[in-house]
């Protein structure tokens, strides 16, 4: 089969390598779309993310779809035909996080595109078929793909325990920014306030229904007359961070999903205690799919606003650069194959 | 009544002013004991602590217990001669925060040595009689007033969720951290590491309970070889809130109660979403004088441990000087009547 | 000042008494709208519910709304004019479910329309003025006075904990059967199934949103063929809570609103212990109003079609005799002053 | 090797079967004590639990400990000569309840001496490693099979939400109402009243800490004064249904582990909706091994004092009889390999 490898950073070159043969409790699925993350780019441009480090060439890619082509002997929940949607981290299930249900936790998971693990940008992948989840006919396979960050989304939500009549403000409106967006309004939240620079982003929330949008570039934080029950912070910024524990309310809750751009963020840490706040970290999601296909397919989420521009199988380091180089009209860049 | 004032920095003057008449849900008590918090010692050292500022003389002194001598006309819940403990913040009753059973963040609480608002070095306090609690007899007045203290170990314990088999660090072992070491071992707490610069301070953990102890000045964080369930932090330094991120465990919750010592703590958010940590203020308590006068008396927590020197009630001002002078034999200094 | 007091079962006799007086922290409103409730058609044919007896004249109505005409001296949150929806349940706020947020859950409680408390079938009443809510000029006092039942609903589903994605089952489609529907939608449910014995009220939860009605006269349980995440009964009957057990995901929650028509309930309790069910009891609310009106505003929740029928101030008789009388129109009657 | 097989009830026949060869993931396990159940019990007196029925030779014993004498080839957290208490339930690690760590609810449990699958009443079981704790050299054997029954107690007090300070009814004081005892004193617990128609049970709860027992028989319940925080039911009697609602404070938490001896119980739910009661089921266990062994090893928890009667693995069917035919001696039957 066809395969995309990273060589080095900047370098994507495609391989004939053996097509995986699925095992027993496995499907192996014909990949049709896949989602360029911010973490595929960054491997494609720096070779690494923190400890994570691209020593040997690897398939990037994530954010995956297909139909299924084939199924292990012990596979009864998928048959041959089969459109799926693939959870890309493989846990242990045998480690204290995984028998407790944080298995997003998991010291021993496999996670595609997180070295030394391949990712979906080839024609075929093995996957248990208990991580893939079968999805409406009336969803596409480039829809189906984003189900991976709108998971990051409804993990976020739940993080932050988003509430109705909730105020929440979401800190950055690229695509995690508008998961949560589209997540926080799902659980009945009144009010949803999306700060970012640029305001086509801003725009994208609008029509998604933030109930008002911030650029914060123009607006200075101090200006921002409220408080809010909830802030999602996805940005990264030292800016967003101190913004998170200066604009909670009193018993507010905090969720920080987007990594730090510095190693060390300075935090005003007489807010948290003062205003007794928590602040959480998320990461990944656990169980998130069969809720993300359900949403979407009784249209309380959309996903198919946030696709910007389409790619083919041969395209795939121009996939990777186009969100960088458009900043102003891309949320999302996708795979077709 | 006689009243000790303090008039300005590092001056505290006797005055004579009238008995508080109490009002209908109010009792009157005589003062018998009152405990030497370190919020005391700073205003009386520096006339403010952050925005809270002493500008004009005011009593100091918010743990406190004595004998009730008139009740008010529509109290029935206590009768002269009742020996009671002062629970020493009234919120409200009418904000969101009291009706939804948080009023420790209720901002329009009156807390007693909170500038404006008087203290309890002095003969008597006019108090509402739902904040006053019936203590045993066989509980002292000096260690009725220290259930104020304890309580915020109750309410540090009750936001951790420390569970059984827990392993929990407490960073730092002042009467704060003692008090949440002994809250943590109540609640089924397996290991309770502390630390502290201080050897005295250690080991009087070590007497009370802690598993292990670390003298922080002479072992450095690296060689911690655990990861911690929960950490407790009640130091203050930055260290401490930098060591709170790097030695909790995946999955793992962090209380802050320490204010830090500096307005902002560079903290490793990283560590925060990978190991999607809880990282949580505790500020004061609520509810907690019923379950702490019940804990001592089931003798599951100790008091008397704590109080390391008794002083008269002419002698405010050497109560509060007294804890810095003695690093290392003070833990507690408290004012008999 | 008119009042309808309820002299003996089923006679509502119209006295003149004087006006209230609002205290320092209350408000007189002038009342405008008051909605019919289950409890007193109860009261008014029975002249009691349990162990409520209505021993004395009393006046009944507690779902109520309407514009202050005087305030306190100590009101600032309210002035004159403003129109409002009353809370009807006034905590002693001092126990200790007064002070942990569970104020429903107070000993104390005086609640309109419980005897020996009044309710608001009359002219004016004196309420404390955190008790009642500003409500927007676009509500009508009628929509305003079903915030009550809404708040019912809303608890409910806070018991109930409904999550996005969550496949519901609401048993009972009478007024607050209808307010669950309505409060699991905005949570992001993701299925409601709703069951009554009458099919006017099942159209209306259709209209409201149900994604599946059944009319459990005609289809015998055994026929429904999913389970459910979540079950709200609100019919009361034997068989009702007997489909909560029966219809109940494994570990699913049931929440138990619909008083029972019977003494004693057959439950099978093996069920309870093999699907690890919760199953908890749900009694009026705590902290409902400004999220109902938020909720309202919003244009999230619809009251308006609740609203079958109003009455005037002299007809509060026949108002009380809508309801049981038209079970085949009638949703919830409303008496307008 | 040899096992004991229940051939029809009331007979137990020994066989020689082939040693089982453990998987890659397993350890094969020298079976050294294995204590008696009700469960086990029923099976060899009914030949059936409910459902559940015994249609072919099964082998009892599912409290069971040993050592490792081999292990698979991916083994790594065990190694030959280690000693082990068995969790005895298998999920299948693939539904959404091992996926959100209630693996306890896992539809597909493989779970020992239940039918069809075989218990432990044999020479050597093969068994996942990870479902194999390392038990610490203080520990006895037979102690260490007793693990199984904590972990019912552990797991109740976890769904119990037992806190510091509570008021604990545990009604019912066989091996399981002990278990719970124990664990709710753990977690702090200040009053634990224990009740039981027998007094040797009674002073056995008493020796291990119960702050008050009552025996049910010669004590109505009308007479108990107070009301409890949580209630833990653990005998299956339609009384002790009733007491525990009857029994829980306002806002209480009652958990029904006892299997009803009738298949419907009356429950009064008026209270249950009026005091607003959670009442839940507790169903084996999930994650409880690690703590219990922690636990134990800090003599935090007592084990001995529940083994009554040790048996040889010839005795099995006295083992099984024995604790019926010793109402007035006997809280726990261990067979002794």
């Known amino acids: 089969m066809r395969a995309m490898y990273l060589e080095k950073s900047g370098v994507i070159v495609e391989k004939h390598v053996p097509k995986p043969v699925p095992q027993a409790d496995e499907v192996l699925v014909k990949i049709k779309a896949v ?46 035909g089969d459109r799926v949607t693939l959870e890309p981290g493989i846990p242990c299930r045998k480690c204290e996080f995984c028998k407790s249900g944080r298995y997003n936790l998991c010291p021993n998971v ?62 950055g409106a690229g695509p995690i920014g508008i998961m949560c967006l589209e997540t926080s309004l799902i659980r009945g939240a009144l009010e949803v306030t999306v700060t970012d620079v640029i305001d086509f982003r801003l725009a994208k929330a609008e029509a998604l229904g933030a109930t008002e949008i911030i650029n914060a570039k123009t607006t200075p934080t101090d200006s921002y007359a409220k408080t809010f029950d909830k802030v999602i912070q996805t940005a ?29 963020v300075p935090i005003d840490a007489n807010l948290l205690i003062t205003k007794e706040l928590d602040m959480v970290g998320s990461y990944r999601y656990t169980n998130t799919y069969p809720e993300a296909i359900s949403l979407i397919n009784a249209r309380k989420v959309h996903l198919k606003p946030l696709i910007s521009k389409s790619f083919s199988f041969e395209e795939v380091e121009k996939a990777l650069e186009y969100p960088k180089q458009h900043p102003d009209s891309c949320i999302k860049a996708v795979v077709r194959f």
């Open 35 to 80: 989602g360029v993350c911010g973490s595929d780019i960054e491997y494609y441009e720096h070779g690494r993310i923190g400890n994570f480090i691209v020593e040997k060439p690897l398939i990037l890619g994530h954010e995956a779809s297909g139909a299924v082509v084939e199924v292990g002997e012990s596979v009864t929940s998928l048959e041959v």
């Open 110 to 171: 496999q996670f595609m595109a997180t070295p030394p693990v391949d990712g979906a940008f080839r024609e075929y992948v093995a996957h248990p078929a208990d991580f893939a989840f079968k999805i409406p006919d009336s969803l596409s396979f480039e829809e189906a793909a984003l189900i991976e960050p709108l998971s990051v989304g409804i993990h976020v939500a739940r993080r932050a325990n988003v509430q109705p009549g909730d105020r929440v403000l979401i800190l």
């Open 236 to 264: 990264g910024t030292s800016e967003t961070y101190a913004q998170g524990l200066a604009l909670a309310a009193r018993g507010g809750r905090i969720v920080q999903v987007g990594h730090p751009s510095v190693q060390h």
